[in-house]
């Protein structure tokens, strides 16, 4: 499978954690990949399933569309590195200071940046970018107005200046790194400025090192960009984005080297992928989680039903579903939420353990359903929503079928077109769901987009990340803290997220969800890697895509 869906990002290995002053980079090392400069040419090939055709929209602001536009085209202020600690590298912003109280930041505008159709860029455009999201909420994916406590941005001459109710550290992630910056003297007009929400942007406007030359429902061609602000980049004359409905058939494109960059599950990967080439390589690092998603609306009497969802809690073998669903490669989640290895010092076992979710209790989980009134003779009967081609989600469903069938759960599965399912997903039209967000340096980026009540919307209505429809005033505190906390005060406060998670139940990890990364050497290079980190690596996450595309060169090219 690939994510799609609200992609975080990465960064180009800097080495100054999150809310550091940031100094302009040496153009050749800007984005932490390749060093030196090189020769223009070359083509990469990406095979990453999104489970639908193209619908030619680039809109930065639609989640259902993002993935495609965001770093590709649009960029941030600034980029930061999930896979380095939050690492950040200069982008937009060629630079950042925080006021004392870390409740104002100033952000330098980077001289010289040039809109894609020669039109100059400058503050006045990242204002009205973020001015834009406060006037439409839809556009307000982080619910920074709303909830991070922003106040106002303003620009006098090259300088921004981000004023918040209170200390707002933590919310740079969402705001310098995941919100692109869009044209005024394009989104301030006709359609754009009518209708931004919905609006396909089908020929974008953008700073980013690649520009939409074609796009077809089968394929979009990007091409470099001729007056890209980091000097020499990209390297890489085009880009080709075919559309894969399964995995199938893109893992046949990566294992034969039509494709070169992939982003999605392949079962026997060693046999299959990497025995074929010795230039076939790839590397998954864990980030996140996916999950069945409960819908708690109250319309939804039966997900909403706190011993439903803690019956279907306690009935996963969570490492059955790792090694038959997803070939080992993704470990198994567990129900704090918390991303294990990569975020241990926030993961409280022993209130795991506590609830008894640390094992399956398939007794408990019948004890439960026999309590909502279910029985052999009433069984409890559910749909979940998938996406249509994401062949290992297909086969991680089939074993949480059986489980939950073995306590009287009778499970449909129901695959989808992306779109469809987005369209379910967002506006709450169905029971439950089988999803995955993409995370943040820390577990309170994920946690915040899925449990934060402004994150969500009434049923009918687009919710920006909060699809559950989760809402808890006192849980809602425990964000809201968050920012002006210290370290040691922040993983308390992120244990005491968890602990609702293990409550409340609001939604059910299943396994932990990996950066899918397949990578081809023979011809391109600059892959990002276990060993050089500087971006994270599948082509669905942004702004990271963007991170890559402009380190990647051709070797041929440089003959």
Not at 396 to 406: D, E, F, N, P, R
Request: glycine fraction near 8%; charged fraction near 15%.
């Amino acid at each position: 499978m690939a994510v799609g869906i609200l992609a975080a990002a990465g960064c180009g290995g800097g080495d100054k954690p999150i809310g550091s002053a940031s100094s302009n980079p040496s153009s050749s090392t800007s984005s932490g990949g390749s060093t030196g400069q090189f020769k223009k040419g070359g083509v990469v090939t990406i095979a990453n399933v999104g489970g639908q055709t193209w619908p030619c929209q680039f809109n930065p602001f639609n989640p259902s569309v993002n993935g495609v536009a965001g770093g590709f085209v649009y960029e941030p202020l600034v980029f930061v590195n999930v896979l380095k600690s939050g690492a950040t590298t200069p982008m937009l912003a060629s630079a950042f200071t925080w006021s004392p109280t870390k409740d104002s930041i100033d952000f330098t505008i980077r001289d010289g940046v040039k809109w894609s159709d020669g039109q100059p860029f400058s503050a006045d455009d990242v204002v009205y970018t973020f001015n834009l999201m406060k006037q439409q909420p839809a556009l307000d994916l982080y619910a920074l107005w709303t909830g991070a406590g922003l106040t106002s941005v303003t620009a006098a001459g090259n300088k921004v200046t981000m004023k918040f109710k209170a200390p707002a550290e933590p919310y740079f992630f969402n705001f310098a790194n995941q919100v692109n910056i869009v044209p005024k003297h394009i989104w301030s007009t006709g359609e754009a400025a009518s209708k931004p929400a919905t609006w396909a942007d089908p020929k974008p406007v953008g700073t980013g090192p690649f520009t939409v030359e074609s796009c077809s429902s089968n394929n979009i061609t990007y091409a470099a960009n001729g007056s890209y602000w980091q000097p020499g980049k990209p390297y890489l004359s085009k880009v080709q984005y075919p559309a894969y409905l399964d995995n199938n058939p893109a893992n046949l494109d990566l294992a034969s080297g039509k494709a070169q960059w992939g982003g999605q599950y392949i079962p026997n990967i060693d046999k299959f992928y990497k025995s074929k080439s010795p230039e076939n390589n790839y590397w998954f690092p864990p980030t996140a989680n996916v999950a069945l998603v409960p819908n708690l609306d109250p319309s939804h009497k039966v997900t909403s039903n706190l011993a439903v969802r803690q019956a279907i809690a306690y009935a996963l073998d969570r490492e059955q579903i790792s090694k038959i669903g997803e070939s080992g490669y993704q470990p198994a989640a567990n129900q704090t939420g918390v991303v294990t290895p990569t975020f241990d010092k926030y993961f409280d076992k022993d209130a795991l353990t506590a609830a008894g979710y640390d094992k399956p209790n398939p007794e408990k989980a019948k004890q439960l359903l026999a309590s909502a009134g279910y029985s052999s003779s009433n069984p409890l009967k559910l749909n979940v929503i998938s996406v249509t081609g994401y062949t290992d989600w297909d086969a991680s469903l089939a074993v949480v079928k059986q489980q939950l069938a073995a306590v009287g759960i009778e499970l449909t599965t129901q695959d989808l077109q992306q779109q469809s399912y987005n369209q379910k997903l967002y506006t709450g039209d169905y029971d439950l769901a089988y999803s995955s967000l993409s995370g943040g340096p820390s577990p309170y980026y994920e946690l915040r987009q899925l449990l934060y009540s402004k994150n969500t919307a009434p049923i009918g209505k687009q919710a920006n990340s909060n699809y559950s429809r989760y809402i808890n005033p006192d849980v809602d505190k425990l964000f809201d803290q968050y920012a002006s906390a210290d370290p040691d005060t922040q993983v308390k406060l992120i244990k005491q997220i968890s602990g609702y998670m293990i409550k409340d139940v609001p939604l059910i990890p299943t396994t932990e969800s990996v950066d899918w990364y397949q990578y081809n050497t023979k011809d391109i290079e600059g892959w990002p890697t276990q060993d050089n980190p500087y971006a994270q690596p599948a082509p669905y996450n942004i702004p990271d895509a963007g991170q890559v595309l402009a380190n990647l060169y051709s070797k041929s090219a440089q003959n």
